[in-house]
């Protein structure tokens, strides 16, 4: 076999026509099990929202366009983002404020966090936004955002940016007023396509869901009600996905989203998966242990459970997380993985 030198003459000459060799590299790329790049991290509300209240009085919601502070992973920095395929944000805006209507072509989901007042408007359709509702902006939807209480209003937003830049297929375009002109009815949409009824002609060919609000009074019901008949997963609680009730798939194509409840004292049965999942905490208290780390929540807090790392949670109160992640886009291509700790009898 050739010395080193040899094989490093060897490497400089196919570098300058462009190519390189493999073996150097192979077992990096091809590794026994995920390595992901992001950190396990958790942004406490009450440390971020000083910070959201001085951003609103130091920018003014024309200026920023969206007066977002994104929640970005320590282990990737200057990437803007809370997982390596997923962005994280919380959003403010102050009463009497509009965000002014644009389109791009990455899907967002929004999780109300705090305050009355708050509205979308999608595709000139407008839906009121309440703490625990979780609102979705389809893909290449005209939408704005508007502030019509008394007091600030947060949300978490989450968006497949990542993975759509990624695919170099990010688009965006600005609607040239602030608002969009409204040409349908509040709930319009929840009238046509979430009441069990159709109408009659309608076509499912829709990849996300046609309803832009789900509100939380009926998810907690939900939850409530597969608590009462003992429907409860062993690794985390009462869980269930926001779904298309056109055709059962998720809500969206490329990020799933999941509520569950954890009644007090709850401890689950450690559990890990291929997709890094974002949590927001909507109530209660407890905690979440990641390969050992210890993470303490309480309510609106935001924290992040990386690909295939070994994790449970704990409920002090009952309580309620809300997540999302990309397992849409791995189990449509075949790689989504889970596992969980298997205890003796």
């Known amino acids: 076999m050739a010395d080193s030198a040899t094989r490093e003459d060897f490497y400089s000459r196919i570098g300058a026509c462009n190519l390189k060799p493999l073996w150097e590299v192979l077992r990096g790329q091809l590794t026994a099990e995920p390595n992901p790049p992001e950190a396990t991290v958790l942004w ?3 440390d971020v929202r000083p910070f959201l209240l001085e951003a609103a009085r130091l920018i003014s919601v024309q200026d920023a366009d969206r007066r977002v502070l ?3 992973n320590p282990a990737l920095p200057g990437k803007t983002r809370a997982t390596q395929s997923l962005y994280a944000g919380l959003q403010i805006i102050m009463p009497g ?14 999780l109300m966090v705090e305050g009355e007042g708050a509205y979308t408007s999608v595709d000139g359709e407008r839906t009121s936004m309440k703490p625990g509702d979780f609102v979705i902006t389809r893909s290449w939807s005209w939408h704005d955002h508007g502030n019509e209480g008394s007091g600030p209003v947060v949300w978490l937003d989450g968006l497949d940016l990542p993975l759509v830049g990624f695919l170099n297929a990010t688009f965006f ?3 040239g007023t602030a608002v969009h002109s409204l040409n349908r009815l509040e709930g319009d949409s929840r009238a046509r396509y979430g009441s069990g009824i159709l109408p009659v002609d309608h076509e499912p060919i829709a990849t996300s869901t046609p309803l832009l609000n789900y509100p939380y009074a009926n998810t907690r019901e939900a939850l409530r009600a597969l608590a ?3 429907d409860q997963d062993p690794c985390h609680g009462v869980k269930s996905r926001y779904i298309n009730p056109l055709t059962g798939d998720y809500a969206m194509p490329t990020m799933a989203a999941f509520a569950q409840l954890l009644g007090r004292g709850f401890r689950g049965v450690p559990y890990r998966s291929t997709y890094s999942t974002i949590y927001q905490v909507v109530e209660g208290s407890g905690r979440t242990t990641v390969s050992g780390a210890v993470l303490p929540w309480r309510a609106h807090d935001v924290f992040v459970v990386p ?7 704990q409920a002090d109160a009952e309580s309620v997380l809300f997540s999302f992640s990309d397992r849409p886009v791995q189990q449509k291509l075949g ?8 205890r003796g009898n």
């Open 97 to 110: 404020e509009v965000a002014p209507c644009h389109r791009h072509t990455p899907t967002a989901l929004r």
């Open 44 to 46: 406490r509300y009450e």
């Open 307 to 313: 690909s295939w790392k070994w994790h449970h949670h």
């Open 70 to 72: 994104v929640l970005e």
């Open 173 to 175: 375009e600005g609607y």
């Open 335 to 342: 790689l989504w993985r889970e596992q969980r700790e298997q």
């Open 228 to 230: 009462r008949a003992g």
